[in-house]
Protein backbone atom coordinates (compact mmCIF):
# COMPACT_ATOMS: atom_id res chain seq x y z
CA UNK A 1 0.00 0.00 0.00
CA UNK A 2 1.85 3.40 -0.95
CA UNK A 3 0.25 6.88 0.30
CA UNK A 4 1.50 9.81 -1.54
CA UNK A 5 1.43 13.25 -0.39
CA UNK A 6 1.72 16.13 -2.14
CA UNK A 7 1.17 20.32 -2.02
CA UNK A 8 3.17 21.02 0.72
CA UNK A 9 6.17 23.91 0.66
CA UNK A 10 6.88 27.62 2.01
CA UNK A 11 3.65 29.87 2.17
CA UNK A 12 3.49 33.37 4.25
CA UNK A 13 1.79 33.76 7.62
CA UNK A 14 -1.92 33.81 6.19
CA UNK A 15 -1.62 32.35 3.15
CA UNK A 16 -3.28 28.88 1.93
CA UNK A 17 -1.95 25.78 0.76
CA UNK A 18 -3.74 22.63 -0.10
CA UNK A 19 -2.57 19.29 0.40
CA UNK A 20 -3.03 16.19 -1.62
CA UNK A 21 -2.94 12.43 -1.01
CA UNK A 22 -3.07 9.67 -3.07
CA UNK A 23 -3.79 6.06 -2.06
CA UNK A 24 -2.91 3.28 -3.42
CA UNK A 25 -6.30 0.94 -1.76
CA UNK A 26 -9.39 2.12 -2.40
CA UNK A 27 -11.40 3.72 -0.07
CA UNK A 28 -14.43 1.22 1.68
CA UNK A 29 -17.69 3.36 3.31
CA UNK A 30 -15.31 2.04 6.93
CA UNK A 31 -11.86 3.35 5.67
CA UNK A 32 -11.16 6.41 7.96
CA UNK A 33 -8.56 9.05 6.55
CA UNK A 34 -6.16 11.52 8.72
CA UNK A 35 -3.68 14.05 8.04
CA UNK A 36 -0.81 14.27 11.04
CA UNK A 37 1.71 16.77 11.39
CA UNK A 38 5.27 16.06 13.23
CA UNK A 39 8.06 18.62 14.38
CA UNK A 40 11.40 18.03 15.40
CA UNK A 41 11.47 16.61 18.67
CA UNK A 42 7.79 16.26 19.17
CA UNK A 43 5.26 13.63 18.76
CA UNK A 44 3.39 13.67 15.71
CA UNK A 45 0.04 14.92 16.45
CA UNK A 46 -3.68 14.29 14.49
CA UNK A 47 -4.78 17.67 12.52
CA UNK A 48 -7.79 16.12 10.90
CA UNK A 49 -9.61 12.89 10.23
CA UNK A 50 -12.66 11.67 8.14
CA UNK A 51 -14.93 9.23 8.04
CA UNK A 52 -18.57 7.97 7.26
CA UNK A 53 -19.00 7.42 11.04
CA UNK A 54 -17.36 10.62 12.66
CA UNK A 55 -17.49 12.65 10.14
CA UNK A 56 -14.85 15.44 10.29
CA UNK A 57 -12.60 15.70 13.51
CA UNK A 58 -10.23 18.97 13.82
CA UNK A 59 -7.83 19.64 16.32
CA UNK A 60 -8.92 22.54 18.22
CA UNK A 61 -5.40 24.18 16.82
CA UNK A 62 -7.11 24.72 13.36
CA UNK A 63 -10.60 24.58 13.87
CA UNK A 64 -12.17 26.76 11.27
CA UNK A 65 -9.00 27.24 9.43
CA UNK A 66 -8.28 23.99 7.87
CA UNK A 67 -10.77 21.43 5.37
CA UNK A 68 -10.44 17.73 5.11
CA UNK A 69 -12.17 16.24 2.48
CA UNK A 70 -11.71 12.92 0.02
CA UNK A 71 -12.66 11.77 -3.18
CA UNK A 72 -13.43 8.31 -2.89
CA UNK A 73 -13.32 7.53 -6.93
CA UNK A 74 -9.66 9.02 -7.25
CA UNK A 75 -8.75 7.56 -3.79
CA UNK A 76 -7.73 10.97 -2.62
CA UNK A 77 -7.65 12.85 0.68
CA UNK A 78 -7.08 16.84 0.99
CA UNK A 79 -6.12 18.99 3.66
CA UNK A 80 -7.19 22.74 2.55
CA UNK A 81 -5.25 25.07 4.83
CA UNK A 82 -6.60 28.32 5.12
CA UNK A 83 -4.99 31.28 7.34
CA UNK A 84 -1.55 29.59 7.88
CA UNK A 85 0.08 30.57 11.38
CA UNK A 86 4.16 30.00 11.78
CA UNK A 87 3.05 27.29 14.41
CA UNK A 88 1.62 25.06 11.23
CA UNK A 89 5.33 24.42 10.22
CA UNK A 90 5.72 21.17 10.54
CA UNK A 91 5.55 17.78 8.10
CA UNK A 92 2.57 16.82 7.12
CA UNK A 93 1.62 13.23 6.96
CA UNK A 94 -2.08 11.36 5.75
CA UNK A 95 -2.93 8.19 7.20
CA UNK A 96 -5.31 5.28 6.33
CA UNK A 97 -7.17 3.08 8.12
CA UNK A 98 -8.83 0.11 6.64
CA UNK A 99 -9.75 -3.38 8.08
CA UNK A 100 -7.70 -2.27 11.10
CA UNK A 101 -4.80 -1.91 9.94
CA UNK A 102 -3.34 1.45 9.17
CA UNK A 103 -1.29 2.65 6.63
CA UNK A 104 1.15 6.01 6.42
CA UNK A 105 2.50 8.08 3.41
CA UNK A 106 6.12 9.73 3.66
CA UNK A 107 4.96 13.28 4.54
CA UNK A 108 4.96 16.94 3.26
CA UNK A 109 6.94 19.58 4.49
CA UNK A 110 4.74 22.50 5.51
CA UNK A 111 6.85 25.94 6.49
CA UNK A 112 5.30 28.76 7.27
CA UNK A 113 7.02 32.19 7.31
CA UNK A 114 6.46 34.92 9.38
Known amino acids: VQLQASGGGLVQAGGSLRLSCVSSLSFLSSTTMAWFRQTPGNERERVAL???????VYADSVKGRFVISRDSAKKTVYLQMNSLKPEDTAVYYC?????????WGRGTQVTVSS
Open 50 to 56: ISSSRGT
Open 95 to 103: QQLRGGYEY
